[in-house]
């Protein structure tokens, strides 16, 4: 039987300043399911506001997310930053992320 796994993944800004405005925001929506989707996940939602990230994703059963995290985090820092998205702070992300899981089994359906 299929099993589907959903990942619910959250992380901060810096010391939870508002650090994401309307033109940061923008860029990481379209970096976060670019990046998301080069590491193999499907992101089914994404909110984005001032102060933090929440992304909501299906995995595959056997997959790397502390290295998925590293890649959508960091990346999107470094480029925001190198490409001049923020006008007034550098975008800084907290150190870590929280995390859930939730396992869904699915019964194949058929035409």
């Known amino acids: 039987m299929p099993v589907r796994i959903y990942a619910h993944l959250s992380w901060t800004t810096w010391a939870r300043l508002p650090l994401v405005d309307e033109s940061v925001a923008g860029f990481l929506l379209r970096f976060l399911l670019a990046e998301a989707k080069r590491h193999g996940a ?5 909110g984005v506001v001032p102060n933090h990230v929440h992304l909501l994703l299906q995995l595959s059963p056997a997959y790397d997310v502390p290295r998925l995290v590293q ?4 990346a999107s820092a470094r480029l925001a930053n190198r490409d001049g998205f923020s006008q007034n702070n550098s975008l800084r992300w907290e150190t870590g992320y ?9 019964i194949p359906i058929f035409p």
Do not use: A, M, W, Y
Not at 98 to 106: A, C, I, K, Y
């Open 98 to 106: 929280d995390r859930g899981f939730h396992l869904n089994s699915t």
């Open 42 to 46: 499907r992101v089914i939602e994404i």
């Open 71 to 74: 890649g959508l985090k960091g």
